[in-house]
Structures are given as structure tokens and as C-alpha cells.
T-cell receptor, first 115, second 112 residues
Framework: DTGVSQDPRHKITKRGQNVTFRCDPI?????LYWYRQTLGQGPEFLTY????????KSRLLSDRFSAERPKGSFSTLEIQRTEQGDSAMYLC?????????????FGDGTRLSIL | GDSVTQMEGPVTLSEEAFLTINCTYT??????LFWYVQYPGEGLQLLLK?????DKGSNKGFEATYRKETTSFHLEKGSVQVSDSAVYFC???????????FGTGTQLKVEL
């Protein structure tokens, strides 16, 4: 059973550039979540999908952020015109629908550093 | 809104010592409660969970009991090992909701 896979593991970019991250969930999982974790803090919810539908977005997700899950499998998170404050670990998680008790399984994250 | 408060770290213990990491929560309805662990350079791993009052979650020698009357979910282990050194996160999922709300994490360091 492969876990949640995220790519890249690390991304360094200059302020103002666009970046895109990819998440591949556990294959049978139909829910996919994005979280952001800054140093010394717990993860904060950004958005989640059920299949290809984006069902909830946090106020943290400004209009520079966009997430997609076009075929209900992998997802991408794009940040346009990056800012210093976007530096963080971006975590993806997946889970099964069927019971409210289904745990979320996390990937190792993509660490974004803005120069 | 929903929130989770954890004791601040780092917590430094000697091997075989008893561990308690306090966690209290505020939530509407009846949340499910979780402990996740994050080892250096890795993602979060689910350690244990409890879904209703008085449930006890347990895994790898760790335990936590869902206490509705005190809105708490404290993590305990009777005898810690060096390999338990990590950051521990308490989290809740509100009843009917989907997102996890995390505490700020507690770093545990276990020394020989």
C-alpha cells in the first residue's frame, strides 16, 4: 500500500514567481486535502476535494492560490506571484468517504522557500 | 470557532520516564479527536484516535482518553524511548465536518 506522494519535496523560488505542487493520494481514497504548516505551528487547513469537486476553501486560500483535481485522482496546488509569507510546508492528505471517523493520511510535504 | 490547545514544549525526558502531553479543545458538537506524530523530515502519521466520549485510543504504548467533561485528550505513555523523540500534534475534526484543526504541536526529546 503506497502512501500519499508529494512532489517536489523542496522548492526554492524568487518572490513573484509562480509555483505548482503535485499530490498523489492513496489510490482508493476519494477525499484529498491541502494544509499549510509554518515553522513551529500546526498544519492549517486550506481546501479539500471529494473526487474532482472542490467542496471547501479556507479564508487562508487567497486568490493567488488555486487547487485542482481534474480527474479525481492527483491534485495540484498553484501559487501565483509568490510572496515571502508563502514560505511554508505544504501538506497533502487523503481519506476515504464512508465514515466520519476515517483518518486522514498525510504525505511528507513540499517545503517552499521564497528568496 | 474550533480550537486545540497543547502544552508548550520542548518536553525533555530520560528514557523510561512517564510521558504526559496535555491537550484541551473547544468545538461545537461532538468532535473526533486525534494525535498525530511528526518525526524529523517526515510527514504527519496518525498515532491514535477517539471518536466519542470516554473512548480510549491506543497505539505503540501511547494512550489518550476522550474526556468530554473536561474537553481534554491528554497523551500518555508509561515508558518513553529515544525513538519516541518527535513533535506530537493534537487535532480535532468537528462533528459533520471534514477538516482537521491542529494544536501548535509539542516537541518531545528523550535522552539516554
Amino acid at each position: 500500500d503506497t502512501g500519499v506522494s508529494q512532489d517536489p519535496r523542496h522548492k526554492i523560488t524568487k518572490r513573484g514567481q509562480n509555483v505548482t505542487f503535485r499530490c498523489d493520494p492513496i489510490s482508493e481514497h476519494n477525499r484529498l486535502y491541502w494544509y499549510r504548516q509554518t515553522l513551529g505551528q500546526g498544519p492549517e487547513f486550506l481546501t479539500y476535494f471529494q473526487n474532482e469537486a472542490q467542496l471547501e476553501k479556507s479564508r487562508l486560500l487567497s486568490d493567488r492560490f488555486s487547487a485542482e483535481r481534474p480527474k479525481g485522482s492527483f491534485s495540484t496546488l498553484e501559487i501565483q506571484r509568490t510572496e515571502q509569507g508563502d514560505s511554508a510546508m505544504y501538506l497533502c492528505a487523503s481519506s476515504l468517504v464512508g465514515s466520519i471517523d476515517q483518518p486522514q493520511h498525510f504525505g511528507d510535504g513540499t517545503r517552499l522557500s521564497i528568496l | 470557532g474550533d480550537s486545540v490547545t497543547q502544552m508548550e514544549g520542548p518536553v525533555t525526558l530520560s528514557e523510561e520516564a512517564f510521558l504526559t502531553i496535555n491537550c484541551t479543545y473547544t468545538a461545537t458538537g461532538y468532535p473526533s479527536l486525534f494525535w498525530y506524530v511528526q518525526y524529523p523530515g517526515e510527514g504527519l502519521q496518525l498515532l491514535l484516535k477517539a471518536t466519542k466520549a470516554d473512548d480510549k485510543g491506543s497505539n505503540k504504548g501511547f494512550e489518550a482518553t476522550y474526556r468530554k467533561e473536561t474537553t481534554s485528550f491528554h497523551l500518555e505513555k508509561g515508558s518513553v524511548q529515544v525513538s519516541d523523540s518527535a513533535v506530537y500534534f493534537c487535532a480535532l475534526k468537528a462533528g459533520g465536518g471534514n477538516k482537521l484543526t491542529f494544536g501548535t504541536g509539542t516537541q518531545l526529546k528523550v535522552e539516554l
